[in-house]
Each structure stands twice: as structure tokens, then as C-alpha cells.
């Protein structure tokens, strides 16, 4: 079992939809938790993080964790072309040096 | 945050080369990652370079066919050494802050070996 699963997708959607991405870990020492966004041919950009459980919303992001589960969420509302790129969770469980990524979901938004 | 370059951007190689990436930051930064990312799959995490001293190797690399050097707090290099096909990836620098979490990444280098 991988540490981190999450589902390659891909996933289309029209402009205007609510988006859910999601992750399962395995390793119940992760408390720190990302979202990165990944276009084609760039690196990853750090787009949202959380500590620990609970939510966490930035403009139409929104990042939810569930350490009992062990199960992250990112929403994306009022989803725009431009959100069209591969999102990857990624968390670690106290500084940098074990941070596991997920493979990345691809997501289409479709005007 | 940090921004980070790395060359070459992309480069086709023959199979028993070596090719050596560059990663090049316009701030000191605490840490330096190397990732690789092949198609389909997550990002793995190939060591971590210190400064000063030896890399920190993640289980299956080693430092015979990836050898990583950082002289200073702002650049470091990666060196895939006798390549095979097998090999052809995305390399990724990442940068981040001891006692922090957050990491941000340079744009790859895609390595293509025939």
C-alpha cells in the first residue's frame, strides 16, 4: 500500500463547478498538509497547507483535513479555466525531509 | 517565496552519460531537495543537499549514480550519472526552511535518455 493515495483522474468539469479533490495516507505521523498545483511543463506551486485537522479557506480554495480518517480535501469553487492543471497532495510529518507526495489528479475545467 | 532556476530545462542524452543539473536560488535558503518525476507517477524524493557536507540519500539512490554537491546556501547541482533509458524523467530542486513545512520548487528539467 502506497503512503499516499490519490486519484490520477483525469477530471473534467465545466467553468462554474465545485471541484473535490482528495487524498488518503496511510502514516498516522503526517500533520502537515499541502495542496500543489502543477501546469503542464512547470514545477509544482505551493497553493494551500494546513496543520493538523480541520478546514482552512483561501478565496475560492478550500482545504480540509481529517486526520481520523486520514482522508484531505481540496475544493475549488466557481472553478475557472485557469484552474485546469494536475494537483498534487503532498504532507510530511514534522519539517521537510519525509514529504510525501500523492501521483496528482488532472484536472480539465471546460469553458 | 524563493525564486529558483534551474538549467538545463531540457536535454536528450545518450545512454551511458552523465548530465549534471543546476539549481540556482536568489535567497539563502536552509534546505535543498532533489526530486524526480516520472510520468504517472508522484514525486520521489532522490536526497537532500547539505551544505557543506554529504547529501542525505532516500532508500533505492545512491550517491554513485547521483551525486549532489552544494558549495553555498544558494545553489546546488545534481548529476545523473551513467544514464539509461530508465532514467528519463523530470528532475526537480525544491527549497525550503528548517522548522518549516512549506517547499517551493523550480521549474524541472526533463531528461530524455535513448
Known amino acids: ?111 | 517565496s524563493a525564486v529558483i532556476s534551474q538549467k538545463p530545462s531540457r536535454d536528450i542524452c545518450q545512454r551511458g552519460t552523465s548530465l549534471t543539473i543546476q539549481c540556482q536560488v536568489d535567497s539563502q535558503v536552509t534546505m535543498m531537495f532533489w526530486y524526480r518525476q516520472q510520468p504517472g507517477q508522484s514525486l520521489t524524493l532522490i536526497a537532500t543537499a547539505n551544505q557543506g557536507s554529504e547529501a542525505t540519500y532516500e532508500s533505492g539512490f545512491v550517491i554513485d549514480k547521483f551525486p549532489i554537491s552544494r558549495p553555498n546556501l544558494t545553489f546546488s547541482t545534481l548529476t545523473v550519472s551513467n544514464m539509461s533509458p530508465e532514467d528519463s524523467s523530470i528532475y526537480l530542486c525544491s527549497v525550503g526552511t528548517s522548522g518549516t513545512y512549506e517547499q517551493y520548487f523550480g521549474p524541472g528539467t526533463r531528461l530524455t535518455v535513448t
Open chain 1, 1 to 111: 500500500q502506497k503512503e499516499v493515495e490519490q486519484d490520477p483522474g483525469p477530471l473534467s468539469v465545466p467553468e462554474g463547478a465545485i471541484v473535490s479533490l482528495n487524498c488518503t495516507y496511510s502514516n498516522s505521523a503526517f500533520q502537515y498538509f499541502m495542496w500543489y498545483r502543477q501546469y503542464s511543463r512547470k514545477g509544482p506551486e505551493l497553493l494551500m497547507y494546513t496543520y493538523s485537522s480541520g478546514n482552512k479557506e483561501d478565496g475560492r480554495f478550500t482545504a480540509q483535513v481529517d486526520k481520523s480518517s486520514k482522508y484531505i480535501s481540496l475544493f475549488i469553487r466557481d472553478s475557472q479555466p485557469s484552474d485546469s492543471a494536475t494537483y498534487l497532495c503532498a504532507m510530511t510529518s514534522q519539517n521537510n525531509n519525509d514529504m510525501r507526495f500523492g501521483a496528482g489528479t488532472r484536472l480539465t475545467v471546460k469553458p
